[in-house]
């Protein structure tokens, strides 16, 4: 399994029990519901190749991102 796909899997398991207010992923802290679904839209993007369409990750997605090792096609 790609890495990109255990970020999705794990973004998709945290956002199922996700109520209110922020979470921890990976260790890192204070993430919205809004920082996950840029995580998981990257993560996607990354396996389909069209990450060149995206803006670059910046501070919490992109410390989670580079956790799970994830390129995106811009230089971490």
């Known amino acids: ?3 990109a796909m255990k970020c999705i899997q794990a973004v998709n398991k945290k956002l199922e029990k996700m109520e209110l207010g922020v979470v921890t992923l990976k260790g890192v802290k204070n ?3 809004a920082d996950l ?6 993560a996607e993007s990354s396996l389909d190749g ?3 369409q995206l803006m670059e990750p910046r501070g919490n997605v992109r410390e989670v991102l ?4 994830v390129s ?5």
């Open 1 to 3: 399994m790609s890495n």
């Open 31 to 33: 993430l919205s519901r």
């Open 37 to 42: 679904d840029m995580v998981k839209l990257h």
């Open 50 to 52: 069209r990450y060149g």
């Open 66 to 69: 580079e956790k799970f090792n």
């Open 72 to 76: 995106v096609g811009v230089s971490f």
